[in-house]
């Protein structure tokens, strides 16, 4: 199964499990956690069971599982279901550098299940429960194997606890609008910068008048590019340019328009099949917030004492500018704030007139506004039963709204079913960053790592969770991924190729379709290009393919992804019957086509023709092909 010169190829830590020739399992790296992103519910009959094994280490692994009360008589004798049928064979399915994951789908009509592992080397038989982890002799240990004392548990499928995540947004195609940035109304009048008219050193404090009703009047580009939802950076009223600092949550602010202004955006978005998603600060306010200024002028005496964390009544000790705002723009205050600015006090949700008020906000914009979805900003630093209450109330009144967190790194823990939706998956923009791009400013990483990082953060969530996840390669808070891969828009077309074939979701920045660059957090938030001689047409061309693409073809949006090759900057993968070719470097290779897939008959999607994959193809660089079998 596993020849020295394999073993040798990789990381020493495998050739200390050659002891006198023979290979010993490392039974350090087999794991298991029951109710969790390796044993959890698809539907209401049907189990997902992830093993975690040392790479390499296993020949094949079988799963005992049945129902703990299913027993038969069998010779005179009760013998247990689990027992008297077959054992379910386990499909390895991923792998990263040190693990390898075997998974199987178990239907339990029942809804009730206790299961083990019986894993094989070439040499050994180990069973694997909930309390042990010891080789063994089927036959000789068959008390032992078969004890459902030492057996993991799922104990019941319950319909309440399954993950209901909207339908809708599974395969959505979203666009991200920073409002002051994308596009001005033709009537819209007051004191802006001519748009456009800033390409470079942006701050907060550049307001260009892009508002709502220009979004509006651009829906029509929106909708021929395939666009079919929209989140939208806060639009709430406030101090700057962001509105990260929110002084009135009910409120449109008046350099976006009106909330009969949003109302109209709303309903021509769903006549156009577009949903809406705003984003919900809902960590901090901004320091003009009537709450908190409240506190500042009553201090303890104000109802609104606590809504805030305050460490006593003298807390302005800071100078405040003409218009009653702080200052200095980073400190350390005598009161929580989201960083370390004053201008942005910390929310106390569990506060329960801040709670009561912040569900509130967050049910006015669906019941008089109809919004689809909510975006959490900050998501990761507000409490665990905060977001709980947040998701019961807004699902009592619109059932399918679609809630996002903003978390930067793994999210199990609020991806259980019962908090968010999915997050903004940075742990994919990371890897792809990292690979793709070409800039000395983010440490490389191999073909290997990267395959390896895609392939852990498959097995990090739940398969429902995966086709929610909000896949984004840049941001208003990240340089743009053009001036990331330093102007290389070939590149820029692999990576988003890439996230379009991934499970989840595709999010395009605005712009970056038609080639908008900018190089830091405030630079990434330039004005929308509308002048089609400044816009690069022909990348607009290859987002319209890659969209109707995604939306017509099953297989682009299949939450199965198997790497075939990936060396010298190559990458081969597939999607059940679609195979996706990758040249990331700038030469023109020779590559050998994957054995499972030579001499098959394909249908190229990018040029409507069949092809023959022979044994080897040139392809050019910084080029791919996407083959249907």
Known sequence: MFSLKTIEKRSTIYTTHLIRGRFIMKLEAINHQPKSNMAYALNENTLSITLQTGRDDVKKVELIVGDPFEWYIEDGKYQWGGKTFAHEMMTKTSFTELFDYYNLEVSSTTKRSKYAFLIYSDTDVYFYGCRNLKKVDIKKDEIFVYDLFGYFNFP???????????????????????????????NRKGNYLPFNSVTENLTSEMFFGGDLLGVVEKLPYLKDLGITGIYFTPIFKAHSVHKYDTEDYYNIDPSFGTNEDFKLLVDECHKAGIKVMLDAVFNHCGFMHPFFQDVIKYKKKSKYWNCFYIQDEDFIDFELDETGRPKVHTQKPKYRTFAFTPHMPKLNTSDPLMEEYLLDVATYWIKNYDIDGWRLDVSNEVSHAFWRKFKSTVRAVKSDIYILGENWDNSMPWLRGDQMDAVMNYSLSYPIWQYFGKSMEMAKISDNEFVYQINKLLVDYPKPIQNQMFNLLDSHDT???????????????????????????????????????????QDCRRCMIWDKSFQNVELYDFFKKLISLRKSNVFFQSNVLNFLTFEDELLIYEKEKLVIFMNLSDKKKSILIPAKI??????????????????????SEYDFKIYQK
């Open 156 to 186: 019941y499928i319950n319909e309440e606890d399954l993950i209901d995540s909207p339908k809708w947004s599974e395969n959505t195609i979203w666009y991200q609008i920073f409002p002051d940035r994308f596009n001005r109304s033709i």
């Open 479 to 521: 340089m743009r991924i053009l001036s990331r891969f330093e102007g290389n828009v070939e590149l820029v077309k692999l990576a988003y190729l890439f996230i379009f074939t991934f499970p989840g979701s595709p999010v395009i920045f605005y712009g970056d379709e038609i080639g908008l660059s900018g190089k830091d957090t």
């Open 598 to 619: 030579q001499h098959c008959t394909v249908h190229n999607l990018m040029t409507k023709s069949s092809e023959i994959l022979l044994d080897k193809m040139i392809i």
